[in-house]
């Protein structure tokens, strides 16, 4: 039985059965059972306005953005302006402060190109944590090697949490960035950035949040978050995959030279020269992705019709549910103490690989494996994990289901 009672109540099951109408995945049969759908950390279904709209795109919003002067070019030139628009609001930031790309990972990239190429030399140093996604390690990485840059570590406590002492052990005046997710992919902990950013900000460091994972689950408001640049992928937020945003402080974006070249992002050019248009366009050469951004802002839309608060309200009693009955399986070891999204656990004597295995027979989707974060892994004393992770649809139906299935991986697994 739950042990949050509101989770059963009535009205919380009318409204997760109404909200569930609008995914057509799951309607999908999986290997004869029902699909319980728990690997939203990786990527979110997607509710029928969202595909509608990508579809749509191709039928009378054909035409090229930002390039012709004809019916289709511009209907998507206007519908795909329009969500520059709705990221800024939902960010408290700027329009010209919002940059698309293919996602949180050409966003991060992006900064390290432009802004760390800029203003990262040798003697310096880049901050990142023990809790970073291949995406928010790697290029710092890269960037430092080239530029003779020094790269630190904080450490996470025992909890699974950045250290606050150790980060500011690794901040002085060498520190020109700093680098963290919002919510980690594995551990499901929140990084507390107005006070990372605080720390940051008092050695003269800038600040970049990946945010692929939080922008689902918290709230961001960039201005109260006090970051410089905050990064995120549309398919973790109920969008299509290969878009995501840039989020970058005005005066930062200003001094940023491009980091790709080509149309939609040149002012004039001659064969001696080229000049480039203000950002966020200074930033976006080529053909953009018109269907994935204008899907981004049809799932915004959907979720602005939310009750918001009624959401998190049951995301989190959801969250309390699956992490308590996972750590009362026999065998079952939670990682960390996880916050909100997401719970990594362990099945003694079973590689992860094999128990996603057999959850997928019972019509459980899990993740399993290092989560793109391999170094973090290392520092559980781990090569791999599984990982459940929850989406606005998620119900108890689906932590029962991943229960039940579980106790199966035990009864192969003795």
Same mark, same amino acid.
């Given at each position: ?206 600040? $970049?949040?990946?945010?692929?994972? &939080? ?6 408001? *960039? =201005?109260? /978050? #006090?970051?410089?640049?905050? @990064? ?85 009693? $959801?969250?309390?549910?699956?992490? &308590? ?6 065998? *079952? =070891?939670? /990682? #960390?103490?996880?916050?909100? @999204? ?73």
């Amino acid at each position: 039985m739950s042990t949050e009672p509101e989770l059963r109540s009535p009205e919380a099951l009318r409204a997760l059965r109404a909200l569930r109408a609008d995914f057509p995945a799951l309607a999908t049969r999986v290997r004869g059972h029902r699909l319980a759908y728990l690997d939203s950390a990786a990527t979110s279904l997607r509710p029928r306005a969202v595909i509608d709209a990508v579809s749509d795109v191709a039928i009378t919003r054909a035409g090229s953005v930002h390039r012709g002067v004809h019916a289709l070019s511009e209907a998507a030139t206007d519908a795909f302006d329009e969500v520059r628009a709705d990221v800024a609001v939902l960010l408290g930031a700027a329009t010209e402060e919002v940059v698309f790309t293919s996602g949180t990972t050409a966003s991060i990239n992006l900064v390290a190109q432009s802004w760390g190429r800029r203003f990262v030399g040798a003697g310096d140093a880049i901050v990142v944590s023990e809790l970073e996604h291949h995406a928010n390690l790697v290029p710092w990485q890269l960037l430092c090697e080239e530029r003779g840059a020094e790269l630190r570590v904080v450490e996470i406590d025992a909890r699974g949490r950045i250290s606050l002492d150790d980060l500011d052990r690794k901040l002085d005046r060498k520190v020109r960035l700093v680098a963290v997710s919002h919510l980690s992919n594995v551990l499901g902990t929140i990084t507390p950035i107005a006070e990372v950013a605080a720390r940051a900000r008092a050695v003269g460091a800038r600040l $970049l949040v990946d945010g692929a994972q &939080a922008i689902a689950h918290l709230p961001v408001d *960039v =201005a109260g /978050l #006090g970051c410089d640049f905050y @990064a995120f992928s549309a398919h973790k937020a109920l969008g299509p995959t290969g878009t995501g945003v840039l989020w970058g402080r005005r005066e930062l974006l200003d001094a940023m030279p491009p980091w790709q070249a080509g149309g939609g992002m040149i002012a004039q050019v001659t064969y001696a020269s080229a000049r480039f248009l203000p950002p966020p366009h200074r930033f976006e050469a080529g053909t953009p992705n018109i269907s994935g951004v204008i899907g981004l802002g049809a799932a915004l839309r959907y979720l602005r019709a939310l009750d918001r608060d009624a959401l998190a309200a049951h995301e989190a009693a $959801l969250h309390r549910e699956l992490c &308590a009955r996972l750590a009362a399986v026999p065998g *079952v =070891a939670l /990682l #960390g103490e996880p916050e909100a @999204a997401v719970a990594s656990f362990t099945v003694e004597r079973v590689h992860p690989h094999d128990v996603a295995t057999l959850l997928d027979a019972r019509g459980v989707a899990i993740r399993a494996g290092h989560h793109c974060a391999q170094p973090l892994h290392g520092r559980l004393g781990l090569i791999a994990s599984c990982r459940a992770s929850l989406g606005c649809y998620s119900g108890l139906d689906d932590v029962e289901q991943l229960i039940g299935a579980l106790a199966h991986v035990r009864e192969v697994f003795p």
